[in-house]
């Protein structure tokens, strides 16, 4: 499992501002994703519906130049992983996939030029 890196004191972004951020660097970068929008969500009369997803699935799943996975889960500074994400996460990994846990739009900026070279 990845580590959760150290973030500085005072960042109050919420995960919705920093996942926002991170999907304009995947736009950029023109790496193919898709979001995982669970929650509740106002349908089309205004009331509240929830919208299931798989337990644990990360925010964001990108596909990475050569076809691996990336998945990224958005956490804001005192976010942390609830047990079925870390599940979910061991499985994606046990299957070759990637899982960043992802706290700005710099961690995943990061991680791209690291490990593979865009």
């Not at 005072?10 to 023109?30: A, P």
């Not at 509240?48 to 804001?76: A, H, M, Q, Y």
Request: glycine share 10%; net charge positive.
């Amino acid at each position: 499992m990845p580590r959760q890196k150290k973030v500085k004191l005072g960042d109050d972004r919420t995960e919705k501002q920093i996942q926002s951020s991170i999907l304009y660097l995947l736009r950029v970068k023109r790496i193919p994703h898709s979001v995982t929008d669970v929650g509740l969500m106002r349908d089309q009369t205004g009331a509240f519906k929830f919208k299931r997803g798989t337990n644990g699935w990360p925010d964001i799943s990108c596909v990475l130049p050569g076809g691996k996975f990336l998945g990224i889960e958005v956490k804001s500074a005192k976010g942390t992983l609830r047990g079925e994400q870390i599940v979910r996460h061991r499985e994606i990994t046990d299957l070759g996939g990637l899982i960043l846990v992802a706290r700005s739009a710099d961690e995943v900026n990061e991680f791209l030029e690291k490990h593979l070279k865009l």
